[in-house]
């Protein structure tokens, strides 16, 4: 088992460029959830996927954030425009079902400069 | 979700057991506890959960008081790989729908030589 894969593992891009962050889940997970973690503000919860379906987008910090979990392998985080204050590390974490942990992936670290 | 209070940190001697407390005085008669752990630069890894009695795997052991208003996360012999911070966090049990893990500051754990 491969685990929860994130990728690219750093990105670097400028202030209003769009940014795309991508997550496979482990096979047979159906709950899928994006965080971000900064410094200040520690591990946020910004979406989660129950069977491909957004369930609670309330942690999304504004309408430049969108996901999308198109089938149950794959998911994206995009940022249109993205900010320097977007910079943090964001990691992508998969559930297979009640009574089981999470399994989070090893993170996207994005600075926007 | 209940909310906890742990030690912000604390260090604990290479082979010794390190026993990190956390309080949630205000838990629910459903809400389980969970710790988690993230060791630098990588993602948060689930340790263990209980609900009420004590519970024993390859990582730790959990025990949670009778009254349930705090829990133990014991590392019986801690080696220097396992210098990280360590969430405990108390949430509902993860029912058919999939529901979200709140991250509070955790306690950093320094093992030291």
């Known amino acids: 088992d491969a685990g929860v894969i994130q990728s690219p593992r750093h990105e670097v891009t400028e202030m209003g460029q769009e940014v795309t962050l991508r997550c496979k889940p482990i096979?047979?997970?159906?709950?899928l959830f994006w965080y971000r973690q900064t410094m200040m503000r520690g591990l946020e919860l910004l979406i989660y996927f129950n069977n491909n379906v957004p369930i609670d987008d309330s942690g999304m910090p504004e309408d430049r954030f969108s996901a999308k979990m198109p089938n149950a392998s794959f998911s994206t985080l995009k940022i249109q425009p993205s900010e320097p204050r977007d910079s943090a590390v964001y990691f992508c974490?998969?559930?297979?079902?009640?009574?089981?942990?999470?399994?989070f992936g090893s993170g996207t670290r994005l600075t926007v400069v | 979700d209940a909310k906890t209070t742990q030690p912000t940190s604390m260090d604990c001697a290479e082979g010794r057991a390190a026993n990190l407390p956390c309080n949630h005085s205000?838990?629910?008669?459903?809400?389980?506890v969970y710790w988690y752990r993230q060791i630098h630069s990588q993602g948060p890894q689930y340790i263990i959960h209980g609900l009420k009695n004590n519970e024993t795997n390859e990582m730790a052991s959990l025990i949670i008081t009778e009254d349930r208003k705090s829990s133990t996360l014991i590392l019986p012999h801690a080696t220097l790989r396992d210098t990280a911070v360590y969430y405990c966090?108390?949430?509902?049990?993860?029912?058919?729908?999939?529901?979200?893990?709140?991250f509070g500051t955790g306690t950093r754990l320094q093992v030291t030589l």
């Open positions: 205000t838990i629910s008669g459903n809400e389980y």
């Open positions: 974490a998969s559930r297979s079902g009640p009574g089981s942990g999470y399994t």
């Open positions: 096979s047979g997970h159906n709950s």
């Open positions: 966090i108390v949430r509902p049990p993860l029912t058919g729908t999939a529901s979200k893990l709140t």
